[in-house]
């Protein structure tokens, strides 16, 4: 970006905080539960990557992602600086065709996987099953829910569309009501293993998407450990690129 002019920074990435697969296992922590009900505080989509949502300017934009080929009278590299530096983290990688390495690094692929195996995991029976046995459990505490979606969105203290639609000011959260269900809720998981069985439903079909796609996922692999080791070698002044 400087080649060209333009004293483009991302912002500083941050640890990543955010507890894994949390939504996949369908858990929910009882002590937050009985502190502030649903409401899981300070849990935003920049815990779980560490990096900070940015916005720039669209020259940079058009830079960045090659959407000019010249800019500033120099040249901008194909795909743009993100491609160019890409090739460089891509660089070594082993059993990797020149067309990966040389191209931009698909962040959203393995995520892209995660989705299609919760998409196999959510038609399972098991998942159903379990849901029935939770909403069996709530009954018996005197929560009347089908299942842990319903009780989450509830709309006495959940956020709606409808809500957004006519400008309704923002609803209480932490009620006693809203606590005396979440701490149920949280009970009833515990009592029927429903984290456990989703957890087993999810491995087994992920596991499915991982045999399918065994040989490109292998490629990632291979990529993301030379993005690392040559990531480590820019930081240290050892690996540079010449524009």
Same mark, same amino acid.
């Given at each position: 970006?400087?080649?060209?002019?333009? *004293? +483009?920074? +991302?912002?500083?990435?941050?640890?990543?905080?955010?507890?894994?697969?949390?939504?996949?296992?369908? $858990?929910? @922590?009882?002590?937050?539960?009985?502190?502030?009900? !649903?409401?899981?505080?300070?849990?935003? =989509?920049?815990?779980?990557?560490?990096?900070?949502?940015?916005?720039? =300017? @669209?020259?940079? %934009?058009?830079?960045? !992602?090659?959407?000019?080929?010249? %800019?500033?009278?120099?040249?901008?590299?194909?795909?743009?600086?993100?491609?160019?530096?890409?090739?460089?983290?891509?660089?070594?990688?082993?059993?990797?065709?020149?067309?990966? #390495? *040389?191209?931009? %690094?698909?962040?959203?692929?393995?995520?892209?996987?995660?989705?299609?195996?919760?998409?196999?995991?959510?038609?399972? =029976?098991?998942?159903?099953?379990?849901?029935?046995? $939770?909403?069996?459990?709530?009954?018996?505490?005197? +929560?009347? !829910?089908? /299942?842990?979606?319903?009780?989450?969105?509830?709309?006495?203290?959940?956020?709606?569309?409808?809500?957004?639609?006519?400008?309704?000011?923002?609803?209480?959260?932490?009620? &006693?009501?809203?606590?005396?269900? #979440?701490?149920? *809720? #949280?009970?009833?998981?515990?009592?029927?293993?429903?984290? #456990?069985?989703?957890?087993?439903?999810?491995?087994?079909?992920?596991?499915?998407?991982?045999? &399918?796609?065994?040989?490109?996922?292998?490629?990632?692999?291979?990529?993301?450990?030379?993005?690392?080791?040559?990531?480590?070698?820019?930081?240290?002044?050892?690996?540079?690129? /010449?524009?």
């Amino acid at each position: 970006m400087r080649h060209v002019g333009l *004293d +483009f920074r +991302f912002p500083a990435v941050e640890p990543v905080t955010d507890l894994r697969n949390v939504d996949l296992l369908g $858990w929910l @922590d009882p002590e937050k539960a009985k502190k502030s009900g !649903y409401l899981q505080e300070g849990r935003h =989509p920049d815990e779980m990557t560490g990096v900070p949502s940015y916005s720039i =300017p @669209d020259d940079e %934009f058009y830079v960045l !992602y090659g959407k000019v080929r010249r %800019f500033r009278g120099r040249t901008v590299p194909p795909g743009g600086c993100m491609a160019k530096a890409d090739a460089l983290l891509n660089r070594g990688a082993r059993g990797v065709a020149p067309a990966d #390495a *040389d191209k931009r %690094f698909d962040e959203d692929e393995v995520p892209r996987y995660v989705d299609s195996a919760a998409d196999l995991a959510l038609k399972d =029976p098991r998942i159903a099953a379990a849901e029935r046995e $939770w909403s069996d459990c709530m009954r018996s505490e005197g +929560f009347d !829910y089908r /299942s842990t979606d319903q009780a989450a969105g509830d709309r006495r203290w959940a956020a709606t569309v409808n809500d957004d639609s006519i400008g309704r000011s923002p609803k209480p959260r932490g009620t &006693r009501a809203e606590i005396d269900t #979440a701490v149920a *809720d #949280a009970e009833c998981r515990a009592e029927t293993g429903y984290s #456990a069985v989703r957890r087993t439903v999810h491995v087994e079909a992920q596991n499915r998407v991982i045999d &399918r796609n065994r040989a490109r996922l292998d490629v990632i692999r291979s990529l993301n450990q030379a993005r690392l080791a040559n990531s480590a070698k820019v930081l240290h002044g050892t690996l540079t690129l /010449s524009w």
